[in-house]
């Protein structure tokens, strides 16, 4: 199974890059996980934020491969155990 983890932002600070590091290591080899950093839309002092989240979601839909499943991830979201992560992906 090859997990596509798509985030919006490019050029991450060390400390994101070194978790990202720390846990793709320590996945199985059956579960390689492959990051796709999106472009994000520019916020200046007057931006249509509503328009760069639709461009940014449909960028983000684009880089999902042909025949994934998608998950989505998002702070107010229900949270899942370490247990309930591995059964999903199961």
């Known amino acids: 199974m ?5 985030a919006v ?11 990202y590091n720390e846990y793709a290591k320590r996945l199985p080899p059956e579960c ?3 990051l796709i950093e999106i472009q994000a839309g520019k916020r200046g002092k ?6 760069i989240m639709r ?9 999902v491969p042909k025949g ?7 702070v107010g979201g ?3 155990s370490t247990e309930e992560l591995a059964g999903k992906l199961d």
């Open 55 to 63: 461009d940014e979601s449909q960028r983000l839909l684009t880089a």
């Open 68 to 74: 994934a499943t998608v998950v989505a991830l998002e």
């Open 78 to 80: 229900r949270s899942w």
């Open 9 to 19: 932002g490019e050029k991450m600070p060390r400390w994101v890059q070194d978790g």
């Open 46 to 51: 007057n931006a249509d934020v509503a328009r």
């Open 2 to 6: 090859k997990i596509h983890l798509i």
């Open 32 to 34: 390689a996980l492959d």
